[in-house]
């Protein structure tokens, strides 16, 4: 099943990963961008997180927010991979369970690219057309001659 009973204890792990790597990197984190972590708009949560996701829209541009997090995260795990595969196992079970629940966090997470097959992906078109390219060049010939 993995590592994480539920969102939370996943969202946990990745906070935490997330706030070493900016420490790490010497990526100021203000206390809004901390709490904006937590942030969720499902019921049940504090009412401050409402005034929270307020103050963060007036004082901050969701958009560099999201990509200096995205990059924190993306550098977590890579930096992830360097140490062990429990740890990559850690983070990938992390993101799977915390896909259960609605955050904030999902949108930076889901913007990462945290795909260990990402070079290969990007090679897949290219390589589909030379093979494709090469078994015309040895088929044609065959075809022709019958």
Known sequence: MGRFKDGAAAKD???ARITEEARLQSVPL???ELRMLWFSEVAGVPADWMELNEQFDREYDASVYEKKITGLIEAGYKRAKGKSAAEVNDWKDAVRARQKEDH?????VDNADLNDYRVLKSLMGPIIVVILILISILVF???VRH
């Open 141 to 143: 010939p065959l075809i």
């Open 30 to 32: 203000s206390a809004i």
């Open 13 to 15: 792990f990745l906070i």
């Open 104 to 108: 904030y966090l999902g949108v930076m």
